[in-house]
């Protein structure tokens, strides 16, 4: 059966062992003596006392107390003070439900604490070592929190819930590790610590472990020292090409957009003009029809006045002008047509 992280004692195993019953009545012969007091009274008295000593316990806030009856699972009870058959009948298990507990993966505590009891010496970033989906190795070091929320299922369902949750945490990053490229892993920790959270809860409660996962970080991930060099010129390669592509749509987003302006501005002039044209012909072909119009009424009045407006237009742009009289047989004085008012 599993047990408690905190007190690595078998929950089977008795705790509170009941006093010799025979090693008492010596020891207490020896201080009576000869008395008058009778020897099994004294003894019922001592194993009243302290059974009713062994028979009260107290749940700290935040614990879960398990109880077994001759190794058998009877109940769990919450804080408080509580009594329970004393002489080893029934033994109470505190679990802390409430505490987050952490497993780390890859980190310098977990390499000197924990792998030791599950790879050989030498061996302890192996489980952080691991292949990609583009066949790149990379370590990937990670952390899990996790709290007792079944206390039952945790103590009796499985041997070493502590062990099983490291064997399950690692075999759930591999995989999710293995269906990314390396860049993915390194740039998207966030994504697939979400996804290993949720792969390991749901191995957990297949399992039946009574574990609940609170938190799955991922902590910075690199490649392993020989292939360095390697991979730095990969990622500033990388670096670059990103750089010129930027470098490509920032020109692209200032020439385009100037572009598009340019044209644009010259359909709204082209527009302009259509309109301009086509309102000057309705206008000059409704002014040819109100003409025609007044032409038929009075000839050769409009006749004249249309003559008239030629002449006035025509005349002011013929420069210096000079009228003679074929009739004059002397000096014709000149009318200066030329000249402007008030000079």
């Known amino acids: 059966m599993a047990w408690d992280n ?68 009877v109940t769990m009870v919450e804080n408080g003070p509580h009594f329970k058959i004393p002489f080893g009948v029934d033994r109470v298990t505190k679990v802390k439900r409430e505490q987050v507990l952490e497993e780390e993966f890859g980190l310098a505590s977990s390499a000197t604490s924990m792998r030791g009891q599950f790879l050989p010496a030498g061996e302890d970033l192996s489980e952080t070592l691991m292949l990609t989906g583009d066949l790149n190795v990379a370590i990937v070091p990670w952390v899990v929190q996790y709290t007792r929320s079944d206390p039952y299922k945790y103590l009796f369902k499985v041997r070493n819930p502590r062990e099983t949750l490291r064997y399950l945490s690692e075999a759930i990053m591999r995989r999710v590790v293995g269906d990314r490229s390396i860049n993915e892993v ?33 902590r910075k991930t690199t490649v392993p020292l ?63 029809s109100a003409l025609l119009e007044e032409y038929t009424k009075a000839r050769d009045v409009t006749r004249r006045r249309l003559y008239l407006e030629a002449i006035g237009e025509v005349i002011p742009n013929l420069g210096t002008k000079y009228i003679l009289d074929p009739e004059q047989r002397g000096l014709l004085p000149l009318l200066d047509l030329g000249q402007k008012k008030g000079q």
């Open 6 to 73: 905190e007190n690595r004692e078998n929950p089977w195993r008795r705790k509170e062992a009941a006093p010799d019953p025979e090693e008492v009545l010596r020891r207490l012969k020896g201080l009576l003596g000869g008395s008058g007091i009778s020897l099994g009274i004294v003894a019922l008295v001592i194993a009243l006392v302290a059974g009713l000593y062994s028979s009260f316990y107290i749940i700290e806030p935040g614990e879960v107390g398990v109880i077994q009856r001759f190794g058998r699972f």
């Open 186 to 218: 390194i740039t998207e920790r966030r994504a697939i610590a979400i996804e290993a959270k949720r792969e390991l809860q749901k191995a957990l409660d297949e399992a039946e472990t009574g574990i609940h996962v609170v938190n799955l970080e991922m």
């Open 226 to 288: 020989p292939v360095q060099p390697s991979f730095n010129e990969v990622n500033q390669s990388l670096q670059e090409k990103e750089k010129m592509i930027y470098q490509a749509r920032e020109a692209y987003n200032k020439v385009i957009p100037e572009a598009r302006g340019e044209a644009e501005r010259s359909v709204r002039d082209a527009e302009g003009y259509a309109l301009e044209r086509v309102n000057q012909a309705r206008g000059d072909a409704n002014r040819f």
